[in-house]
């Protein structure tokens, strides 16, 4: 009978760590560089300006600056530190930065949305990710690294960096997350709801996902993307969906595009 030794479980233990760590750099690099350019600056976290237009960052909610123009944008925790964070890293890059574009190359509200990369192969999603100021989103269909930012993200949260040491001092502010049985009318925006799933049900335009007082809804029109069975397996279980908030009619409901963006339907979180 074939036995195995502790140094051979040891070298295959040490394998298969290299082979995740591996894994998990590999869902970071970039497939192709689309261009190499010149960035401007941020204007937040998670927005830039190139070549005088401006750029959105695939997979990423980075914290916003309050805006009191036409419509009132409330500011968020860390926004400017965020915004900080992004300029100095690409100052400290010379501005270079490579453009990898998604299956979405351009948003409803005109910016090119991008994943960005330094010269040295840096995914600069995922460094503002890992290093706790944004928190992954799912928009446009732009699913490309999504393994890669999630597990950046779950790194600054578990070390407690920047917006989760903010939300762990200041359980107040519901950012970046916030459970269900603590909404306020002041949590519209984008966070992480965190809550029981008390009824699963089909609509002729919906997929609805009740928790104990939050709506999920997932129109029709993506339905392609789910998996009926599996929602409705999430039925007693306690989740956390991202997505903007919006308040109606007194309670707050959550319109998702992707499976992913619950985590019990995302395999990148389990």
Known sequence: MFKLTLSTLLLISSSLLSW???AAEDACAAEKIDLWTKATYATNGSNLIIQGKRVGLNGIHAPQ??????????????AKEAQTFLNKLLANNDLEVGVEYDTTK???????????????????????????FG??????????????YFEAEKKA????????????????????LVKSSELTSLDEGFRIIQGKVLKVEKSSTNYIVNMDTTGIRIPERYWDLFDYNEIKKLKGQTIEARGQAYLYQGVMF?????PFSIDKLNPATQ
């Open 65 to 78: 600056i309050e805006r009191k123009q036409k419509f009132h944008t409330p500011g968020e925790p860390l």
């Open 20 to 22: 995740s760590t591996f």
């Open 157 to 176: 949260r578990q070390g407690g960096f920047q917006l989760w040491d903010y939300l762990a001092k200041n359980p107040e502010s519901h950012f970046p």
């Open 254 to 258: 959550m319109i998702i595009y992707h």
């Open 106 to 132: 351009v948003d409803k509200f005109g910016r090119q949305l991008v994943h960005l990369f330094l010269k040295d192969g840096t995914n600069i999603q995922q460094k503002i990710l890992e290093s706790g």
């Open 135 to 148: 928190i992954t989103s799912i928009k446009n269909g732009n699913i490309k690294h999504l393994e890669c």
